[in-house]
């Protein structure tokens, strides 16, 4: 039988080993993150870390739903601590994700962005055919060669963006990209947030109150997060498998 999408691998135990229970310092807690803070050690939130799995636990579902429909979903880190698991869960499924800064009209101006996304793919297929060395001289090789490289660094995680829109996201710190949350609000596109003691919980739909400045807690509850997403896909296969084979059976009989 499949596991649950809310049962999580994560253990209370677990997640206080890897320091996920530190929060911001009191000063700087948003309001609506006080049902997650558990009390205030010298100065420093010390967040319920049973809120944290119950909210990883929301978020699961929701990618679950997902992955049974197919939907696309953006990951964003521009954080340090998510950037490897987020490009390495993202390039396993297909979705775009954005691990450096986060352009301003990525969704809100999508066309724009998406001639962006096609000049770069040109570029990869004249480089790919060898057509550079044939059509420009040395110079103007190397001209195409920098912007190239500037559009893999701007642009080369959004590409699956060329084929379709992203139905969700998941952000791991919204309070470091406002830009982004901004535009998600403004396409109507839920989102999952991992979020300090600083961050508003309220204009988050999944929040996972966590410490996000700590590396191991961030890649887990992705990972977390990724394996809920595969698992919502595996039965979307598996029922397509079986529709098709009694399809077949119908067919032939």
């Known amino acids: 039988m499949a596991q649950q999408a809310d049962a999580s691998a994560l253990s209370v135990e677990q997640l206080i080993a890897m320091g996920a229970h530190f929060g911001r310092r009191r ?14 050690k010298e100065g420093i939130d010390i967040i ?30 521009a954080r340090a601590e998510g950037r490897r698991a987020v490009r390495e869960i993202a390039e396993a499924l297909g979705h775009p ?3 450096r ?21 040109s570029l990869r297929q004249m480089q790919e055919k060898g057509a550079l060395e044939q059509r420009y ?3 103007e090789r190397l001209l195409l060669e920098r912007e190239r490289r500037s559009l893999e660094e701007d642009f080369g995680g959004l590409l699956p ?20 949350v901004e535009e998600l609000v403004a396409r109507r596109i839920p989102f ?15 929040p996972i109150v966590c410490n996000v400045g700590a590396k191991p807690t961030v890649e887990a509850i992705l990972q977390e997060l990724h394996r809920a997403y595969q698992q919502g896909a595996n039965e979307r296969e598996t029922s397509a498998s079986k529709t098709g084979a009694r399809e077949g059976a119908g067919a032939s009989a």
């Open 192 to 206: 999952i947030g991992l979020t300090s003691t600083d961050g508003n919980c309220a204009d988050i739909p999944y």
């Open 137 to 139: 001289t040395k110079r």
């Open 97 to 99: 994700f954005v691990v």
């Open 101 to 121: 800064r986060w352009l301003g009209g990525t969704l809100t101006n999508l066309p724009e962005i998406r001639k962006r996304l096609k000049r770069l793919l």
């Open 27 to 40: 000063s700087r807690r948003h309001p609506s993150c006080s049902y997650a803070v558990a009390a205030t």
């Open 48 to 77: 319920n870390v049973a809120v944290t799995l119950e909210g990883i636990a929301a978020a699961k579902r929701a990618l679950e739903a997902a992955g049974k429909e197919g939907a696309c979903v953006l990951w964003v880190s």
């Open 161 to 180: 963006l060329l084929e379709r829109e992203p139905q969700m996201a998941v952000v791991v710190d919204p309070v470091h990209t406002p830009v982004a």
